[in-house]
């Protein structure tokens, strides 16, 4: 189990930001996502595994007025 | 009247909070402002009205489209409270005005709708050590958080070269404006009359869309 913006996530074998993401629908490119704490640049979501427990935050990017 | 006492109602007239940027936050910002009776307000942005703001911006009419937003948020408030003074500043916040532009006022309120230009007032009010509440919207999402000076807080929401978020994809609508705006002005009389808990080191998200009102600490 993993926690996404403080739910509960069901954490699978192999999961990377990427694919959890892509499970959570999470479709806009610009989102910031951090894991545990630690900033994860896009260009790394594919190879950025997420490992049972951790504790992910991806928040959609906004800079509206 | 419990909200505030008349020591703090009368306090309020000689508050000085500086609004940054005059369109779809900062109008309501600054509406709500007048309405409570904060006794200055500087209103700041370079930009005029067109036709893209009417669906969402309140100081937008079409016979201001090509006006200044500054000016039409001073003659506003005008017709609205005559109390207050506001000072209308028909420029853009840039490097070499920022710290100018807050100094001497007690809490500056961020309605920019770019990160570049929000770093730098970020920067400003670090300097002139002066809270800065903290403001965006995007489609059915909108963030709010408050700055104390020094605490570096953009560096930890926005990636390094970001300069625009999902609103590019989303736009914005005519609710969300209103919606972050009015959380912004309650953070706002918080630090004027230091009551309640402002949202100082946590980030309020709002996902109207899905129904998902967050906190996250930073």
């Known amino acids: 189990m993993i926690q996404v913006n403080g739910k509960p996530m069901a954490w699978s074998e192999g999961m990377t930001v990427a694919s959890m993401l892509k499970e959570k629908n999470y479709i806009f490119a610009k989102i910031v996502v951090k894991i545990n704490g630690v900033f994860v640049p896009v260009d790394k979501y594919e190879s950025t595994s997420i490992h049972d427990g951790d504790d992910v935050k991806a928040i959609h990017m906004l800079a509206g007025g | ?218």
């Not at chain 2, 703090?8 to 909070?17: D, Q």
């Not at chain 2, 028909?90 to 709708?113: I, P, Q, T």
């Not at chain 2, 230009?117 to 489609?139: D, F, M, N, Q, V």
Request: charged share 25%.
């Open chain 2, 1 to 218: 009247m419990k909200l505030m006492t008349q020591d703090e109602i009368t306090a309020l007239k000689e508050k000085k909070v500086c609004v940054v940027g005059c369109g779809g936050l900062g109008g309501y910002i600054i509406e709500m402002l007048s309405r409570l009776g904060v006794g200055n307000i500087t209103a700041i942005d370079g930009d005029v009205f067109d036709e893209t703001n009417l669906n969402r911006q309140l100081l937008s009419e079409e016979a201001l489209i090509g006006s200044s937003k500054a000016e039409a948020a001073k003659s506003r408030i005008q017709k609205v409270n005559s109390e207050v003074e506001v000072f209308a500043k028909a420029v853009f916040l840039r490097e070499d005005n920022a710290v100018a532009l807050v100094a001497g006022h007690d809490v500056v309120v961020d309605a920019l709708d770019n990160i570049s230009t929000r770093r730098i007032l970020e920067k400003a009010c670090s300097i002139s050590e002066i809270p800065l509440i903290h403001g965006a919207i995007a489609g059915w999402y909108g963030q709010v958080t408050t700055i104390m000076p020094g605490s570096g807080v953009f560096s930890k929401l926005y990636p390094e070269t970001a300069e625009k978020g999902i609103e590019t994809e989303l736009g914005n609508p005519a609710f969300t404006p209103a919606l972050v705006a009015s959380i912004q002005v309650s953070e706002t009389l918080k630090l004027l009359i230091k009551k309640g808990e402002p949202l100082i080191g946590r980030l309020l998200t709002l996902n109207l869309l899905d129904h998902e009102y967050q906190i996250f600490e930073y």
